[in-house]
């Protein structure tokens, strides 16, 4: 799958599960150039799933419109099989968190986040037992009399995420939320929110251009770019089976050399690299709609020639042009194919005897390799 067609959902399972289901969506603000095209995406119920790509890509703007912040220009957005295009944020039923949390700072921990059940009528007890079930699930039971500016950024985070669980909403958006931490306490919060959304079997969609994030923390990342998901798929499927050079150079460190499609071979693609020399690669089906193919291989997945090589690997030689230790392994830059640098990230103990400047004997098997349109 490379963009996505106009006349198909992209589905987790079955219709039957979805929860959000955006139809041939499109939006403009200008109403000539469209930010989103041809948009067809079903979330499903309990499902995590990420918008990830870079500035401008359109993650951002479907949120919004999923949230009831934006109107699609063209298009039907459906929650729970009802449309919502035209419904106010207030009542679709949605909790929000946003990277700068939007913490009132004049109130109370406890009543920042009893603010969504004002407007549900929700009062008294009710309301107290909710704030307080809501304040438990994120570890701040304690916090409640405290203001935002008494919080660290992390518990201040918490308390934007109790405020989008108190009403018990069936779908909660989460845009860039952990933008503002740094990286330990990001991390940590990754793995909470991810065991928070498993535990409850609530539906998130979680906007992030970090993929390590989008890694950690989905069920399915869709990667936008130019309006349009290049790929949808799992975190593993994504990162090991990229389905076009975007993609493969957009998650992880990735090696996309240009390359010419000579035949096939066993369920094999044959090619031939720039400088003449033959690889192997997994072999793809083509769309036809770009003339420039690409051979993707990921650094870890080179490694050097030697006698202990099984048999059918890629064989490939270059001159060493850097090396960075990086603890458990060196990150080497070679020229190989006529001048195409390639990344190999090589385990400290076998660069013994390698240098800038000299010639090393790489290897990768033709699994690894990926054969990529665009």
């Known amino acids: ?52 790509g870079p500035s401008g890509s359109g993650k951002t703007t479907t949120l919004m419109m999923l949230g009831g912040f934006e109107r699609p220009t063209l298009g039907h957005i459906l929650l729970n099989g009802n449309p919502v295009e035209r419904l106010p944020p207030e009542k679709r039923n949605i909790g929000f968190v946003f990277q700068n949390y939007a913490l009132f700072p004049h109130m109370t921990v406890a009543e920042n986040v009893a603010f969504p059940l004002r407007y549900r009528g929700i009062k008294g007890t009710a309301a107290r037992e909710k704030v307080a ?31 989008a669980l108190v009403f018990e909403p069936s779908l909660v958006l989460m845009d860039e939320p952990l933008g503002a931490l740094d990286k330990q306490l990001r991390e940590r919060m990754q793995i909470e929110i991810k065991q928070l959304q498993t535990s409850l079997g609530i539906t998130m969609v979680y906007v992030t251009h970090d993929q390590s994030e989008a890694l950690t923390m989905s069920d399915r990342i869709a990667v936008f770019h130019d309006g349009r998901i290049q790929q949808l798929a799992d975190p593993k499927t994504l990162y090991n089976a990229p389905e076009n050079r975007f ?41 036809g709609g770009s003339a420039a193919l690409s051979l993707s291989v990921r650094p870890e ?25 990086l603890g458990d392994h060196m990150r080497l830059s070679v020229a190989a194919f006529g001048g195409q640098i390639v990344t190999a990230r090589i385990p400290v103990a076998q660069v013994q005897g390698i240098a800038v400047g000299g010639t090393v004997h790489l290897a990768c098997l033709p699994s690894d390799c990926r054969l990529l349109e665009g």
């Open 1 to 52: 799958m490379n963009a996505m067609s106009t006349d198909t959902f992209t589905t987790a399972s079955s219709s039957q599960d979805a929860l959000v289901r955006f139809s041939q969506v499109k939006k403009s603000y200008d109403g000539i150039h469209y930010v989103v095209k041809d948009l067809n995406l079903d979330v499903a119920k309990g499902e995590f799933l990420t918008m990830l």
């Open 133 to 163: 079930r809501a304040l438990g699930r994120v570890g701040l039971e304690a916090l409640g009399d405290r203001r935002p500016a008494q919080l660290s950024g992390g518990q201040q985070q918490r308390v934007a995420l109790a405020r």
């Open 247 to 287: 993609v493969a150079g957009f998650i992880g460190e990735n090696n996309t050399m240009n390359c010419t499609l000579v035949g096939r071979e066993k369920g094999l693609a044959v090619v031939r690299m720039a400088d003449g020399t033959v690889l192997k690669a997994a072999d793809a089906p083509l769309t």
């Open 301 to 325: 997945n080179i490694r050097l020639a030697g006698n202990d090589l099984p048999p059918a690997q890629n064989l490939f030689s270059g001159q060493v042009t850097d090396m960075f230790f």
